[in-house]
């Protein structure tokens, strides 16, 4: 199975990329050849104003000594050297400095993402922005300026711009069927390819999601409109809906990983990626309970369904979204980081890791934006759970549907993340008895309000 179209074509082992959940394409020539041709605009087009947010951010960095020079160091820190000081073209549309970063972002910024189709194969970058960042975030300049909280206050003011665009009528330009469209034959393919493995089902685009195939961009009024679509009643039945110790998969995702016993606090940051649940349940004082605690995380697909639902029958005791970083990268990514163990990595000593921020998951549990959703389980046996929804880049809007007191029946929504997501967590306390999860390595998503574990009786 493929996430994008292209990822089975022989792609040169120099240019594979294992990603998790395919935001970029594993043929790591096919983002380039989409920057190349934003920097090629960007170029030719000469120098434009910068929209208000982004000229705000340039006199961010300019203004303030330290930001400064994270800006310019993080560009001179990548290595001159391949694959970095070219594309895989042999040419040198490259971004080397922060006003020529300001500038691509100020032409990404006036569209939507889209399926690009390359001399390398097909497929789509949906997260722009790391494509732009994507080698940067791993130096250590870059490490620093994307941890400090007066870039990602500026970072947000950002990413909330681009997602009024991603609201507007003219970002559903992209949901077409021409070439680059999320309605072309390639696309459609890959959407349903992904959407149908899980259950081994046949469905096309419009028998799996509520929309209109007869009208424009199938009734979709925005891409936002398109990437938050909802499901048909029936496409993803809910697991055992009376049996309480049955308990759903809350998002359409793929599993990461199965910890148990996992600390109140711990060392995230390094390679291990330990996960430290004060962090992760946001210093939250009911996140004392989780010492010791199940932690089981999955990460979602670019082409899949992204609307979270309830894994249990029970009541929202607390839901909140913690806001924190938006690009920031472990430094074992970077050039003095080397291996991953047990990761099939290609990075070698002093260079950088150009699987990216797909391989921080466990570390992006306890830095970057999320919502956190406390549930009252109907069965003691299980009690107050935990359910984490991790945004990842420019994907970082979490949006919380359900509130403190409601009472959720098991599938119910709680929530959706705009623009995309990037992965979730289900937080159990120590001694609940759930088992059951799938293996880590699984191949297709596990189906969202499908059977995620069971409490064992007795």
């Not at 030719?44 to 208000?52: F, H």
């Not at 789509?124 to 870059?142: C, E, H, L, N, R």
């Not at 293996?439 to 998503?445: D, I, K, Q, V």
């Amino acid at each position: 199975m493929v996430h994008q179209h292209g990822d089975e074509h022989d792609i040169p082992q120099e240019h594979r990329v294992n990603r998790h959940g395919a935001w970029l394409p594993a043929d790591h020539r096919v983002q380039h050849e989409w920057l190349k041709t934003q920097i090629e605009h960007v170029d030719k087009a000469g120098k434009k104003e910068l929209i208000p947010v982004l000229q705000e951010f340039k006199e961010l960095i300019e203004g303030n000594s330290r930001i400064y020079m994270y800006f310019n160091q993080m560009w001179e820190e990548i290595p001159l050297k391949k694959p970095y000081n070219t594309d895989p073209t042999g040419t040198k549309r490259q971004i080397r400095d922060y006003r020529h970063m300001l500038a691509v972002l100020n032409h990404i910024f006036t569209q939507a993402p889209q399926w690009t189709d390359a001399a390398f194969g097909v497929g789509m970058v949906g997260v722009p922005m790391v494509g732009i960042f994507d080698y940067v975030m791993a130096t250590p300049s870059g490490h620093a300026a994307f941890l400090d909280p007066d870039v990602n206050r500026v970072m947000k003011k950002i990413l909330n711009e681009w997602g009024k665009f991603l609201k507007s009528p003219k970002s559903a330009e992209v949901l077409a069927s021409h070439k680059q469209g999320w309605f072309s034959s390639h696309a459609l393919k890959d959407l349903m390819e992904v959407a149908n493995a899980p259950l081994k089902t046949s469905h096309r685009f419009e028998d799996m999601y509520v929309c209109d195939p007869s009208a424009k961009y199938y009734g979709f009024t925005s891409w936002d409109d398109f990437f938050t679509r909802r499901l048909r009643e029936g496409a993803r039945p809910v697991a055992s809906p009376d049996d309480d110790n049955v308990i759903a998969n809350a998002c359409e995702s793929k599993v990461y990983n199965v910890a148990r016993n996992a600390k109140l606090r711990d060392r995230f940051w390094i390679k291990a990626q330990p996960y430290s649940v004060l962090d992760m349940l946001g210093h939250d004082p009911l996140a004392a309970q989780f010492n010791g605690s199940t932690v089981y995380q999955a990460f979602l697909s670019a082409l899949s369904y992204h609307r979270w639902h309830s894994p249990v029958n029970g009541r929202i005791v607390r839901a909140f979204v913690e806001d924190g970083t938006y690009f920031s990268e472990p430094l074992f990514e970077g050039p003095a980081g080397g291996y991953i163990e047990g990761e099939m990595s290609t990075q070698k000593p002093g260079e950088i890791d150009t699987r990216g921020i797909s391989v921080a998951q466990g570390y992006l549990t306890a830095l970057a934006t999320r919502a956190v959703i406390f549930i009252q389980a109907d069965n003691p046996a299980i009690g107050l759970m935990a359910f984490v929804g991790v945004g990842m880049d420019e994907v970082s809007t979490c949006e919380i549907t359900v509130q403190q007191g409601q009472t959720v029946r098991k599938g119910d929504q709680l929530g959706m993340f705009h623009f995309g997501g990037s992965s979730h967590c289900l937080l159990f306390r120590a001694g609940v008895p759930v088992d059951g999860f799938p293996t880590p390595g699984r191949e297709e998503n596990v189906p969202v309000r499908g059977q995620v574990a069971v409490v064992k009786k007795g």
